[in-house]
């Protein structure tokens, strides 16, 4: 059962131009979402995050967005570089106050081509 | 300062072997978690330590298992390997593990023949 779904695995956009990667998920229980960005052989680097007690951030060109009500967030990227080219993953966590976790749910990514 | 360090970054072992992975946290992160990455699954949660302690534990079989130092280094192990573990190993650190963010090792990239 894919409690985070990426359903685009691609996505290619033009230098300049404002990139949309979207997430959806199942577990209402996630209270803290995250997006990292993958090259190949290489770990994932941490992008930006949102609590579920918000609904936007920014951080430079990054902001992502988060619809609770439609179990929706969508990872906004302006403008575009061609550095940015890479696979992007979204990611979920429960916070257990019993145990405390890091165990992140991941989606399976969606490779992103910004072309010059 | 220094990132998370995962050794090896490659390992070719046979079926029914044993393997042994190092995860070095970064300085002052006291949890440590590890991911599988296969094209076919993506990245799944294997295990977490915290202060040595085993916090929570993915859907893998018992031949995964691991352990946290004092020093918070931490070491998976996987048994009696199938072809199927073939796949890219993360570590990832974090400061305590309570929804903050976690930083990822390069990985170790086994494969099992």
């Known amino acids: 059962d894919q409690q985070v779904k990426q359903n685009s695995p691609s996505l290619s956009v033009q230098e300049g131009r404002i990139s949309i990667l979207n997430c959806d998920y199942t577990?209402?229980?996630?209270?803290?979402f995250l997006w990292y960005k993958k090259y190949p052989a290489e770990g994932p680097t941490f992008l930006i995050s949102?609590?579920?007690?918000?609904d936007k951030n920014e951080d430079g060109r990054f902001t992502v967005f988060l619809n609770k009500s439609a179990k929706h967030l969508s990872l906004h990227i302006v403008p575009s570089q061609p550095g940015d080219s890479a696979v992007y993953f979204c990611?979920?966590?429960?916070?257990?106050?019993?145990?405390?976790?890091?165990?992140?749910?991941f989606g399976t990514g969606t490779l992103l081509a910004v072309q010059p | 300062k220094a990132g998370v360090t995962q050794t090896p970054r490659y390992l070719i072992k046979t079926r029914g072997q044993q393997v042994t992975l190092s995860c070095s946290p970064i300085?002052?992160?006291?949890?440590v978690s590890w991911y599988q990455q296969t094209p076919g699954q993506g990245l799944q949660f294997l295990f977490e330590?915290?202060?040595?302690?085993?916090?929570n534990k993915g859907n893998f079989p018992g031949r995964f298992s691991g352990r946290q130092f004092s020093n918070s280094r931490s070491e998976m192990n996987v048994s009696t390997l199938e072809l199927g573990d073939s796949a890219l190993y993360l570590c990832?650190?974090?400061?305590?593990?309570?929804?903050?963010?976690?930083?990822f090792g390069q990985g170790t990239r086994l494969t099992v023949v």
């Open positions: 990832a650190s974090s400061r305590r593990g309570l929804n903050t963010e976690a930083f």
């Open positions: 990611a979920a966590s429960e916070t257990n106050y019993g145990g405390a976790t890091n165990k992140l749910i």
């Open positions: 300085s002052g992160h006291r949890s």
């Open positions: 577990n209402s229980m996630f209270d803290y």
């Open positions: 330590y915290f202060s040595e302690t085993q916090r």
């Open positions: 949102i609590s579920s007690i918000k």
